[in-house]
Nanobody, 128 residues
Framework: EVQLVESGGGLLQAGGSLRLSCGVS????????IGWFRQATGTEREGVSC??????????YYADSVKGRFTISSDNATNTVFLEMNTVKPGDTAFYSC???????????????????WGKGTLVTVSS
């Protein structure tokens, strides 16, 4: 079993920055894909960014809506995955969740159906 705990959400103004963290514990060796997803009220869950084993060195995946503004990174020493959010917009307001998969999903990692484990999430609210 893998446990995921998110932190770092909050309220900020448009144009600001925020960093989300996801602590991974348990059978971390089982994790081959990890990513961030978000869901705004009344919308479907959206893949934001992810990293997958087997990807070309340094290759990460981003939704078009966040490319150039968000950056995903990981710290293997602390088993933590980060989502650096810059130049945020009101449209980024959502509940952000960290998720992990036992499979190396590669470019499919933005699809939430492939994820096996989920954190409880953290709320990000961007005011205009």
């Amino acid at each position: 079993e893998v446990q995921l705990v998110e932190s770092g959400g909050g309220l900020l103004q448009a144009g600001g920055s925020l960093r989300l963290s996801c602590g991974v514990s348990g059978l971390t060796a089982d994790v081959h894909t990890i990513g961030w997803f978000r869901q705004a009220t009344g919308t479907e869950r959206e893949g934001v960014s992810c990293i997958s084993d087997g990807s070309r060195d340094g290759e990460k995946y981003y939704a078009d809506s966040v490319k150039g503004r968000f950056t995903i990174s990981s710290d293997n020493a602390t088993n933590t995955v980060f989502l650096e959010m810059n130049t945020v917009k009101p449209g980024d307001t959502a509940f952000y969740s960290c998720a992990a998969s036992k499979s190396a999903l590669h470019e499919l990692c933005l699809n939430h159906y492939g994820m096996d484990y989920w954190g409880k999430g953290t709320l990000v609210t961007v005011s205009s």
